[in-house]
């Protein structure tokens, strides 16, 4: 099966950002330094008061919801965790109709408890259960003593009742895919494996594939917070995980706490122009690892950044043209090598391992940057994948944006999109036919996010993020009535707990005291 990549190439926040650590024992501690800085914080008199914790589902309850939102949730030991089902409607025009159940996971505070957050790490497609499970992974000391970090899989993902279309082989073949083609023949295949899709999903997912949108999902983020007994919900909501946060924040602003927005997408943008800013940020962040390797001196790519991106470019066509052999029984083909390529982008430290999978690469071997794919995909060792994002972003995205056009129409754009991404400009434009086909329409209306009446919400952009890059940070702020913009000027995908003390000095001092960050802070 044939990848469609915008629909997937920002699906991974802090999973993919510093996650790889977990599987092959990476470096994600500092990557630029920073410091405190005097600035970052308003007087005490601004400060936001934290939420009450009353277990209670007071306050304006949407008719027909009362008894979603007065539910309590039957915690489970799960390891030191708590886990946990939430219920809630399938479709919230129906709410005496079919339900579904929200997977929950809850790691308690450590110290002395303020209330719960709840977390999201992008995707969209990605489980936020593993995201609990993993807390004291993702988020500091100071803020595992303050909070229970609550993750939960939005509906569609995890165990809330996944989407499902492709068997584990045909997702193979999914990602191996030629993400451009090139040939008729290409083009054929391209266009009837994606129609194939399309009818799994339909078949696999009936009813469901309508019921995933990101609005629904922020609708089940309200009823989680009357279920923990927040009357404001603290928030924090990494990559595809600000666009949720900032939908619940105009959905429903009065009940937002002390909300925080990591590596935040501009929700104005259309697919085309969000299609055209993801190039360039993988562009960009292809030239800062290029120049860094440059700049250490005897760089294996080229003596120069140029120099370098023809070298990348012109491995990809060999890798196009003839697949490398791997350490395994798989070859590793141009899709593959695609996302092994963009997966150590997501953070700095993570760089050797992409300056290993290169000249292993040149050298005739594709067992690293195949590695990288499959831990890109939640690809498991014996083939299974440990969850259904891959297929879900692709429901989830569309639903949010069925816009698309023909695979006849794409070398149109190329003009556009190689001038954004000299390497990557045509993958992306290929992307804009992921939703051609797609039977799934959502039922809920289009929404203007603006989040007016909420408290400060702090949003936060990196300089040379490649999934989100930083305008889009830039713009989510002045969308926002209440955004704050915090910006990180370094490399990778999100900001916090990424070494830069300014930042996380200002994110502990917003959720712990609630001192808002000055608008325009630069760390």
């Known amino acids: 099966m044939k990848k469609w990549i915008v629909a997937i190439v920002v699906i991974w926040a802090l999973v993919i950002a510093s996650g790889i650590a977990v599987a092959i024992v990476l470096v994600t501690g500092d990557d630029d330094g920073g410091s405190s800085a005097d600035s970052s914080s308003t007087p005490s008199d601004s400060a936001v008061p934290p939420s009450t914790s009353a277990p209670t589902a007071d306050g304006d309850v949407p008719d027909g919801l009362e008894s979603f939102y007065s539910q309590q949730i039957d915690w489970q030991s799960c390891g030191s965790d708590q886990c946990g089902t939430l219920q809630v409607p399938l479709d919230y025009s129906d709410p005496s ?243 092994g390529l963009v997966t150590p982008l997501y953070a700095k430290d993570n760089w050797t391992y992409l300056d290993q999978g290169l000249q292993e690469a040149l050298d005739g071997d594709g067992s690293t940057l195949l590695f990288l794919s499959d831990f890109y995909g939640s690809r498991n060792d014996d083939g299974t994948y440990a969850d259904n994002s891959l297929e879900a972003i692709s429901v989830i995205n569309c639903l949010d944006d069925p816009w698309s056009i023909a695979p006849k129409q794409v070398p149109k754009y190329y003009p556009r999109f190689e001038k954004a991404s000299p390497t990557f400009g045509d993958v992306f434009a290929w992307g804009l036919v992921a939703c051609n086909g797609d039977p799934f329409r959502s039922t809920e209306p289009d929404l203007t996010i603006d989040g007016a009446g909420a408290a400060p919400i702090v949003v936060i952009g990196t300089t040379r993020d490649p999934a989100t890059p930083y305008e889009e940070a830039q713009a989510m702020a002045d969308q926002l009535e209440s955004g704050v913009l915090l910006s990180r000027d370094g490399d990778g995908h999100t900001a916090y707990n990424k070494g830069n003390a300014c930042i996380d000095d200002a994110v502990h001092a917003y959720f712990i005291d609630g001192t808002v960050p000055t608008d325009g802070t630069q760390c």
Not at 156 to 183: I, K, M, N, Q, R
Not at 284 to 307: E, H, I, M, N, P
Request: with cysteine; net charge negative; glycine share 10%.
């Open 97 to 339: 109709g079919k339900t579904i159940g929200i997977a929950v996971e809850m790691s308690p505070a450590t110290g002395q408890r303020i209330g719960s957050m709840v977390v999201n790490p992008g995707g969209p497609g990605a489980p936020g259960t593993d995201t609990a499970t993993d807390a004291d992974f993702y988020f500091a000391p100071e803020l595992r003593e303050s909070y229970d970090i609550v993750g939960f899989d939005p509906r569609g993902t995890g165990d809330s009742s996944p989407v499902d279309c492709l068997s584990d082989a045909e997702l193979d073949d999914y990602v191996a895919g030629d993400p451009d083609p090139d040939t008729p023949a290409e083009v054929r295949d391209f266009s009837d494996e994606q129609a194939s899709f399309w009818e799994e999903c339909k078949a696999k997912s009936g009813d469901l594939g309508a019921h995933v949108s990101t609005i629904e999902a922020a609708r089940d983020m309200d009823v989680l917070r009357a279920a923990l007994g927040e009357d404001q919900l603290p928030y924090f909501g990494f990559s595809y995980g600000t666009r949720l946060g900032a939908t619940y924040a105009t959905l429903f602003p009065q009940n937002v706490g002390r909300f925080v927005l990591d590596g935040a997408v501009d929700p104005s943008l259309s697919t085309l122009d969000g299609a055209v800013s993801q190039a360039k940020g993988f562009e960009t962040a292809l030239r800062s690892y290029l120049k860094d390797c440059v700049d250490q001196g005897d760089c294996f790519l080229g003596d120069s950044v140029d120099a370098g991106l023809k070298t990348i470019k012109d491995l990809l066509a060999s890798i196009d043209a003839k697949p490398l052999p791997t350490d395994s029984d798989r070859e590793l083909t141009v899709g593959n090598a695609f996302y």
